[in-house]
């Protein structure tokens, strides 16, 4: 049986993705098809998902801001015994009552390009600009320094933390390439964290890597250079005291999301000891 879900907003959608992917995880063997319904903010359009709803009957989720069209949305629904969720509202209704302040009720206002749209553009080009090792003359600027051997995530990491407005640059860990002379300073003054990886899982990345390359099975891919790799890398962290995140098993999110933890820690952390 293939259940229908309709997905409704009046933004980009980025909310009501990121929550129903979260919670579709958690059902396990069930078909769903859902249907996408971004940037709705006319009554036009509403009928357009209104119409495709009656179609496909099933669940539906909203989350939308502008009141008169949460009211068609809901009307509509009762109407034809629809079952509707909105995820904002509780949200919403909690914070009003805390804050004393009614919600502005205004459409894709997290869009809109303030302070931090422009800061995060900025620590994108920066996470482009430092990826593996180049400009390291501009580390100063970094909020967190990556080190790690090859295929251990560091740009996508590095990339994932640019678009939370955070500033990441990564070092390739290769024991025949000389280490920044400086790296010892750096640790005392910013946040530096090592990535690792099981290697077996490793070898087996490298050895796909090299077959999109097109490129013959080397020593990159063998089992004894990435064991000697792992543990020139281990040696390192252990050597500057830094964190290690094991990202066997994690994904880019999990590891970002262990690296802000960190981050915020290695802040409160620089405040205490200010004067």
Not at 69 to 96: F, G, N, T
Not at 126 to 149: C, E, F, M, S, T
Not at 214 to 234: C, G, K, M, P
Request: net charge negative.
């Amino acid at each position: 049986m293939t259940f229908h879900l309709h997905l409704v907003s009046d933004a980009t959608g980025e909310t009501i993705h990121a929550v129903t992917r979260a919670c579709l995880v958690q059902f396990s063997g069930v078909d769903v098809k859902q249907h996408v319904w971004n940037l709705i903010r006319n009554t036009r359009q509403l009928n357009l998902v209104c119409e495709s709803m009656a179609q496909h009957r099933g669940l539906v989720l909203y989350t939308f801001v502008d009141e008169e069209l949460r009211q068609q949305l809901s009307a509509y629904c009762k109407e034809h015994k629809i079952p509707s969720h909105s995820l904002l509202d509780p949200v919403l209704d909690a914070m009003h009552h805390h804050f004393g302040v009614a919600a502005t009720h205004l459409p894709g206002r997290q869009h809109v390009l303030d302070d931090a749209y422009f800061q995060r553009i900025e620590a994108m080009d920066y996470a482009l600009a430092q990826d593996d090792g180049q400009r390291q003359q501009n580390w100063n600027a970094a909020d967190v320094i990556i080190l790690g051997v090859s295929r251990t995530s560091k740009t996508p990491t590095s990339l994932y933390l640019a678009n939370k407005g955070i500033k990441a640059a990564n070092w390739p860990l290769v024991p025949d390439l000389p280490l920044p002379d400086d790296l010892p300073d750096i640790v005392q003054k910013k946040l530096v964290v090592g990535l690792t990886k099981d290697a077996t899982r490793l070898v087996e990345i490298r050895r796909q890597r090299l077959k999109l390359l097109n490129e013959a099975d080397t020593s990159y891919a063998d089992i004894d250079r990435v064991e000697a790799e792992l543990l020139f890398a281990r040696r390192l962290f252990s050597r500057l005291n830094i964190p290690v995140i094991d990202v066997t098993r994690r994904s880019i999110e999990e590891t970002a999301a262990e690296i802000i933890t960190l981050l915020t820690h290695h802040h409160a952390h620089a405040q205490e000891k200010k004067p």
